[in-house]
């Protein structure tokens, strides 16, 4: 299965930066002994892996070479390749130029890489459909793409709309080998209009194709700005120390992680 990751984007919102913003260093990890800094985008790769990824397909800019180094050719058990997104024109742009690596057999799933949720294996619980949402619960879904939910059958989702009617939003989404094809065939023939991801579901549902909402999200952190930088950090740090408590109580009911809701502004 292929794991893609759209990082294609200017990151204008938390500029200036020296590097790419999927790059910026957020919380640590444990490495060989040593904890070491965490580029953002490391934690999104290592939830598509849990989530059965085997192959991952950067879409990156021509000035994101900066990625490809830091990267290089595999992250942990998933193989890595990289494809170039002239211009920064959507989600659905990015999304499919990674048919240039994907197969006619293939699933993929997909996931911003600027962000950061919880659970880390959320994404296991996606069904074989040939379209599902890893959903969230948020207090502002007005920021976000919201998704309308007729028991776990998706009717519509409300892109970035005031007053939206649904608290949960998408945060990752999985595709079939068939449900790949037939949305990209669709994108084509709305001559790639669609810039959101979600405007080009509402036509596929409009037209007979069916999605999945399932809401196994907990906490769900957008870090493209300084507000959810700042709560991306303080959501770590209560999950590590969750942890900590837990292994030095060596009890299964120890403290739950922190479930933050509120992101920030998409």
Known sequence: MWGIVPAAGRGSRIQPLAFSKELLPVGSRHDDGTDRPCAVSEYLLERLILGGADKICFVISPGKSDILEYFGDHYASAELAYVVQPDATGLCDAVFRASTVVGQHEDVMVGLPDTVW?????????????????????EHPEFFDAVVLDGDQVTEIQVKQPNASSDWIWGAFKMSARGFRELQSLWNARERRDEYFGTLVNAYLAAGGRGVGVKAGESYVDVGTIDGYRTAMALLAETAEGRSRLRARASSDGARPLTTNNGAIA
Do not use: E, T
């Open 118 to 138: 919880f659970p880390k294996a959320a994404l296991q619980s996606l069904p074989d459909a040939d379209l599902s949402f890893l959903l969230f619960p948020v």
